[in-house]
């Protein structure tokens, strides 16, 4: 995989990422802090291909929303093209928390 093939994947995953909102918050999971980690890896079976593996987190770990919101993820990443496999770990820690947030959603949500 070239470098510029994966840092177009890169991109394409951010812009993927803002697309996606939890139902109960009028902001992208991106800019609320939840992704802590993008990787994207060549695929070992086709180097034409990339595998992207995503460390992400919810807002409180009972969220009603998080199969949803993992399912989007996942759906739309997948649609990337040059993507052939997406992992999506949610992790706890270190524990989110409002400072995470990008000082567009904390304006969003008149946090500021």
Same mark, same amino acid.
């Not at 394409?12 to 993927?16: K, P």
């Not at 949500?109 to 500021?112: E, H, I, K």
């Given at each position: 995989m070239t470098e510029e093939l994966k840092y177009s994947i890169e991109v394409?995953?951010?812009?993927?990422l803002r697309s996606v909102f939890d139902p109960e918050i009028p902001v992208n999971v991106y800019e609320l802090g939840l992704i802590y980690k993008i990787? !994207?890896?060549e695929d070992a079976h086709d180097d034409s291909k990339a595998e992207i593996v995503i460390d992400m987190t919810l807002t409180a770990?009972?969220?009603p929303a998080a199969d949803f919101i993992m399912m989007d993820i996942?759906?739309?990443?997948e649609s990337i093209k040059n993507v052939s496999k997406v992992?999506?770990?949610? !992790?706890?820690?270190?524990?989110?928390?409002k400072?995470?947030?990008s000082e567009e959603a904390r304006l969003d949500?008149?946090?500021?």
């Open positions: 394409e995953t951010v812009e993927m990787d !994207v890896r770990p009972n969220c996942q759906e739309k990443l992992t999506v770990n949610l !992790v706890f820690e270190p524990e989110w928390t400072d995470m947030m949500l008149g946090l500021m």
